[in-house]
Nanobody
Framework: QVHLVESGGGLVQAGGSLRLSCAAS????????MGWFRQAPGKEREFVSAINWNGGSTYYADSVKGRFTISRDNAKNTLYLQMNTLKPEDTAVYYC?????????????????WGQGTQVTVSS
């Protein structure tokens, strides 16, 4: 079992940066692939980024590639998402999620642990 709590969201101007964190409790974190998803108002939740259990493999949606960086610190049981060059279209609630497997995946249905989300608002 993994309990996830996101933090670091807020209001930022276009072009700015934010760093999201996801604190995990439970022994399973270091054995779990993790991901970030987001949901904008009126839209479906979508994949943002994922990382395998040891950080050796990372994946990104095309819309954030080159701007966002996912990372993890298993010693601290924490997942991160560094977001640079933010755009108004990045505005959404961002969720961290965990799988019961070590390998990362972009499919939302394969994630069984979810945080409550943190709001990111990018003004133009």
């Amino acid at each position: 079992q993994v309990h996830l709590v996101e933090s670091g969201g807020g209001l930022v101007q276009a072009g700015g940066s934010l760093r999201l964190s996801c604190a995990a409790s439970g022994r399973a974190f270091s054995d779990s692939a993790m991901g970030w998803f987001r949901q904008a108002p009126g839209k479906e939740r979508e994949f943002v980024s994922a990382i395998n259990w040891n950080g050796g493999s990372t994946y990104y949606a095309d819309s954030v590639k080159g701007r966002f960086t996912i990372s993890r610190d298993n010693a601290k049981n924490t997942l991160y998402l560094q977001m640079n060059t933010l755009k108004p279209e990045d505005t959404a609630v961002y969720y961290c999620a965990g799988r019961a497997w070590r390998t990362a995946d972009s499919h939302m249905g394969s994630y069984i642990y979810w945080g409550q989300g943190t709001q990111v608002t990018v003004s133009s």
